[in-house]
């Protein structure tokens, strides 16, 4: 079945770094490709999308390609903030499935001043 | 203001007691999904709805749970002699509406943890 593996945190950066965090999937088909983000005592919010193979989602500095090559959906930020500190997952929604969404463990972003 | 509203936030109950947890969006949804995340992992889909049927149930949803939709409005999901690994929080989403996010993409309340002891 689809399912999502995405980069084992945590992560500990300081600000102004670069952040990267890995996510490949196994689908059939053509999924749609998510990165939602949890900050601390809040709900999932999606971060950024993308439907298509090459498909640039991007939202607060935030950019991720989808890759059918590589079966990726790598998640890049430039230049991380303390306020980007949160859990960060990676998730797929399969062409058959249409909102039920299959996560990623997710990672845990801590950004230092 | 998330668009979904979730009761109570946390639950802490005895092992074997019932509990239930209530969902409520802000505006109408033909669609709405429970979820499960356990700590340290990913939400898991437990069941849905369209409108007051439920159309799909996970393998995770043990005869124990129980989800309804009796109006096709808020929902509820009970889980009846609870035991220890159900301690987890539960989801409640729907479908995002307005903006350009485009279709699959699901808004989620905060959730309801549950704490079984």
């Known amino acids: 079945g689809d399912s999502v593996t995405q980069m084992e945190g945590p992560v500990t950066l300081s600000e102004e770094a670069f952040l990267t965090i890995n996510c490949t999937y196994t689908?059939?088909?053509?999924?749609?490709l998510f990165w939602y983000v949890q900050y601390p005592g809040e709900g999932l919010q999606l971060l950024l999308k993308a439907t298509k193979a090459d498909d640039k989602g991007s939202n607060k500095g935030f950019e991720a390609t989808y890759r059918k090559e590589t079966t990726s959906f790598h998640l890049e930020k430039g230049s991380v903030q303390v306020s980007d500190s949160a859990v960060y997952f990676c998730?797929?929604?399969?062409?058959?499935?249409?909102?039920?969404?299959?996560f990623g463990a997710g990672t845990t972003v801590t950004v230092r001043a | 203001d998330t668009g979904v509203s979730q009761n109570p936030r946390h639950k802490i109950t005895k092992r074997g007691q019932n509990v239930t947890f209530r969902c409520d969006p802000i505006s109408e949804h033909n669609r709405l999904y429970w979820y499960r995340q356990t700590l340290g992992q990913g939400p898991e889909f437990l069941t849905y709805?369209?409108?007051?049927?439920?159309?799909?149930k996970s393998r995770l949803l043990s005869d124990r749970f129980s989800a309804e939709r009796p109006k096709g409005s808020f929902s509820t999901l009970e889980i009846q002699r609870t035991e220890q690994g159900d301690s987890a929080m539960y989801l409640c989403?729907?479908?995002?509406?307005?903006?350009?996010?485009?279709?699959?993409?699901?808004?989620f309340g905060a959730g309801s943890r549950l704490t079984v002891l």
């Open positions: 989403a729907v479908p995002h509406t307005g903006g350009s996010s485009g279709a699959n993409v699901l808004t």
């Open positions: 689908a059939t088909g053509y999924p749609s």
């Open positions: 998730a797929l929604s399969g062409v058959a499935n249409d909102y039920k969404l299959s």
């Open positions: 709805f369209q409108n007051e049927a439920q159309l799909e």
